[in-house]
C-alpha cells in the first residue's frame, strides 16, 4: 500500500525500515563513524541505520546534527531514506545535503520494524511492500445518549472476544454508507437508522494489513438488539465507558470522530 505525505528531500530509496517512536538527535545520539544509534534512552539503541528506512517522529538537539547526518551520508553510513512525522529543519536540511529521500506527514503507526519501504522524495509517497489496504465502516447507534458496543464472536477472523462498533468490509466500490446502514440491519435486526455523522477514515495496522476505518454515527429509536453470529455480546454504553474495555485498535477514536464535541 502507498501512504501519501509531503515531498521533503527528492530521489528513491528503499530499505528495511527501523521504527522509533521517540525523536532523534543525529548529534550525540547516532555513531558518526558506524551509523549506529548510540543514545541509551533511544528505543532503536544499538541498531544501524545504514541502508535502512529510518522512520522517527521528528529530530532534535543542535543544528550540528544536520551535518551528521550529512557526513554519514557522505561515507555511506546513513539510511538510505527517512520518514517522519513532523520533519525539522535539523533533519530536512542534513537530508537534503546528504541528498537523502525524505517523506514527512507519514502516519508512523502503521509501520514496523523490518518492512521493506520505498520511500519517493519526489512525489511524497511511502510503499509499503506486503502491505495491503482493507476499507471497513464502524457504526455506532445511539439511542437516549448510550451507545452500543458489541463484542466480537470467536467466529470472526480478527480481534475475536473484543469490543467494537458494527462493523464490516467495503466490497468493490460500493459506498460506505451502504455498506454500513446494511450492516446495522444484519449484525443488529434494527430496521431504522437515522444518520448523524460521518467522520473521516482513521487508518489501524494488524499484521501486514491496514484498515482504513470509515465511522458513522446513527440514532436509532430502539435498544433491542438481535445479534447474529459476529457479535456475542451486546451493550448500551455511554461514550467514556470504552475506555475501560478490551477493544478493537482505535475505536476511542473513530467515536470521538462522529460524537458531538463537547
Given at each position: 500500500?502507498?501512504?501519501?505525505?509531503?515531498?521533503?528531500?527528492?530521489?528513491?530509496?528503499?530499505?528495511?525500515?527501523?521504527?522509533?517512536?521517540q525523536?532523534?538527535?543525529?548529534?550525540?545520539?547516532?555513531?558518526?563513524?558506524?551509523?549506529?544509534?548510540?543514545?541509551?534512552?533511544?528505543?532503536i539503541?544499538?541498531?544501524?541505520?545504514?541502508?535502512?528506512?529510518?522512520?522517527?517522529?521528528h529530530?532534535?538537539?543542535?543544528?550540528?546534527?544536520?551535518?551528521?547526518?550529512?557526513?554519514?551520508?557522505?561515507?555511506?553510513?546513513?539510511?538510505?531514506?527517512?520518514?517522519?512525522?513532523?520533519?525539522?529543519?535539523?533533519?530536512?536540511?542534513?537530508?537534503?545535503?546528504?541528498?537523502?529521500?525524505?517523506?514527512?506527514?507519514?502516519?508512523?503507526?502503521?509501520?514496523?520494524?523490518?518492512?521493506?519501504?520505498v520511500?519517493?522524495?519526489?512525489?511524497?509517497?511511502?510503499?509499503?511492500?506486503?502491505?495491503?489496504?482493507r476499507?471497513?465502516?464502524?457504526?455506532?447507534?445511539?439511542n437516549?445518549?448510550?451507545i452500543?458496543?458489541?463484542?466480537?464472536?470467536?467466529?470472526?477472523?480478527?480481534?475475536r472476544?473484543?469490543?467494537?462498533?458494527?462493523?464490516?468490509?467495503?466490497?468493490?466500490?460500493?459506498?460506505?454508507?451502504?455498506?454500513?446502514?446494511?450492516?446495522?440491519?444484519?449484525?443488529?435486526?434494527?430496521?431504522?437508522?437515522?444518520?448523524?455523522?460521518?467522520?473521516?477514515?482513521?487508518?489501524?495496522?494488524?499484521e501486514?494489513?491496514?484498515?482504513?476505518?470509515h465511522?458513522?454515527?446513527?440514532?436509532?429509536?430502539?435498544?433491542?438488539?438481535?445479534?447474529?453470529?459476529?457479535?456475542?455480546?451486546?451493550?448500551?454504553?455511554?461514550?467514556?465507558?470504552?475506555?475501560?474495555?478490551?477493544t478493537?485498535?482505535?475505536?476511542?477514536?473513530?467515536?470521538?470522530?462522529?460524537?458531538?464535541?463537547?
Open positions: 500500500m502507498r501512504l501519501e505525505g509531503r515531498a521533503v528531500s527528492p530521489g528513491r530509496g528503499e530499505g528495511q525500515a527501523l521504527v522509533s517512536n525523536p532523534l538527535s543525529f548529534l550525540g545520539g547516532v555513531d558518526r563513524d558506524a551509523g549506529v544509534v548510540v543514545d541509551p534512552a533511544s528505543d539503541h544499538g541498531e544501524s541505520l545504514v541502508g535502512r528506512t529510518l522512520a522517527f517522529p529530530g532534535k538537539g543542535s543544528t550540528v546534527g544536520s551535518y551528521v547526518l550529512y557526513g554519514l551520508a557522505k561515507r555511506n553510513r546513513g539510511p538510505a531514506a527517512i520518514v517522519n512525522e513532523r520533519t525539522d529543519a535539523i533533519v530536512a536540511t542534513g537530508a537534503i545535503l546528504g541528498g537523502i529521500p525524505l517523506v514527512d506527514g507519514i502516519d508512523l503507526s502503521l509501520l514496523r520494524t523490518g518492512d521493506s519501504i520511500v519517493d522524495g519526489g512525489r511524497g509517497g511511502v510503499s509499503l511492500q506486503g502491505v495491503s489496504e476499507p471497513v465502516v464502524t457504526a455506532f447507534l445511539r437516549r445518549g448510550r452500543l458496543i458489541v463484542r466480537r464472536s470467536q467466529r470472526v477472523g480478527t480481534f472476544g473484543s469490543w467494537s462498533g458494527i462493523s464490516g468490509y467495503i466490497e468493490g466500490r460500493e459506498r460506505p454508507l451502504h455498506r454500513a446502514l446494511q450492516e446495522v440491519r444484519e449484525e443488529t435486526g434494527i430496521a431504522r437508522a437515522r444518520l448523524v455523522r460521518n467522520g473521516p477514515v482513521i487508518r489501524t495496522r494488524h501486514a494489513v491496514v484498515f482504513a476505518i465511522p458513522f454515527l446513527f440514532d436509532v429509536p430502539t435498544r433491542r438488539v438481535t445479534l447474529d453470529w459476529e457479535n456475542e455480546e451486546a451493550r448500551w454504553v455511554r461514550p467514556n465507558e470504552t475506555a475501560g474495555l478490551r478493537v485498535p482505535r475505536i476511542g477514536d473513530a467515536l470521538a470522530s462522529v460524537l458531538p464535541k463537547a
